[in-house]
């Protein structure tokens, strides 16, 4: 993996840090792992949340925990030390592992897009109508002055 050192960021969600890395050369983004399981759990140790969580699924033979990678991240303290990272798709996959129901409305958003996902597979004209109804919203809400609600796990 490249070099992160300068292009660390914190993402906040529901008032919580969530740390995160951009790699340049893989053009995507890392996301601290204990990071989200504090969010998705209201865990008072998500280090050992995690430790836990992360050797259940190497017992079941979970492959995208054995894919992760191991920044140096700033920890609580100001030091930098190595933390369990997930790309995009290792953290949705690491989401529908955590068994808790601050995890359940991101799993039925995850189930929501799979559908229309496979539902553009069978009918391409979907996928058409849904970018050019995803675009013109956007433009709106630029034209406003406000940021688009895209993205928000919340089902409705």
């Known amino acids: 993996m490249s070099e992160l050192k300068n292009r660390n960021t914190l993402q906040i969600f529901e008032d919580k840090k969530i740390r995160t890395a ?3 050369e893989q053009e995507e983004w890392y996301f601290a792992i204990v990071d989200v399981i504090a ?26 925990v054995t894919n992760c990678n191991a920044l140096k ?19 949705l996959r690491i989401i529908q592992a955590v068994p808790s129901p601050r995890a359940e409305p991101f799993k039925m958003w995850l189930a929501r897009v799979g559908q229309e996902r496979i539902e553009e597979t069978i009918d391409p004209e979907q996928a058409i109508d849904r970018a ?11 034209r406003m002055g406000t940021s688009a609600p895209f993205g928000n796990p ?3």
């Open 132 to 142: 050019l109804e995803t675009y013109l919203k956007k433009r709106l809400f630029r």
């Open 39 to 64: 969010v998705l759990t209201d865990s008072p140790n998500p280090q050992t949340y995690w430790r836990v969580m992360k050797k259940r699924l190497k017992d079941e033979g979970n492959e995208t």
């Open 22 to 24: 951009w790699d340049e």
């Open 154 to 156: 919340d089902p409705q």
């Open 73 to 91: 991240m700033t920890a609580a303290d100001g030091k930098q030390r190595l933390t369990d990272v997930a790309n995009t798709e290792q953290l």
